[in-house]
């Protein structure tokens, strides 16, 4: 089992900031990929951007350029880096693993509001 805990949610005004982390633990040998995804109120889950063990990266494409992930595999954590917040980018935003099975994290709320 692996278990993720996000942190770093909150309220931003927009063009504001904010950086997201999620620790790992449990079996994380296991873990192949991690990222985020996010939901808006009355929208599916979608995804924001994965990482491989290795680095490899992938976005979504209208988020390419202001947001960025990064993974600390000494620390079990990966991070997403989101710059140039929008009112749009209010969401709740989860961790995900992947590895022979999927795990999710609680989530985070971001608000992006003045």
């Known amino acids: 089992q692996v278990q993720l805990v996000e942190s770093g949610g909150g309220l931003v005004q927009p063009g504001g900031s904010l950086r997201l982390s999620c620790a790992a633990s449990?079996?994380?040998?296991?873990?192949?990929?991690m990222g985020w995804y996010r939901q808006a109120p009355g929208k599916e889950r979608e995804l924001v951007a994965s990482?491989?063990?290795?680095?490899?990266?992938n976005y979504a494409d209208a988020l390419k350029g202001r947001f960025t992930i990064s993974r600390d595999n000494a620390k079990n954590t990966v991070y997403l880096q989101m710059n140039s917040l929008k009112p749009e980018d209010t969401a709740v935003y989860y961790c995900?693993?992947?590895?022979?099975?999927?795990?999710w994290g609680q989530g985070t709320q971001v608000t992006v509001s003045s």
């Open positions: 995900n693993a992947r590895g022979y099975s999927t795990w």
């Open positions: 449990g079996s994380i040998f296991s873990i192949a990929v």
């Open positions: 990482i491989t063990r290795v680095g490899n990266t």
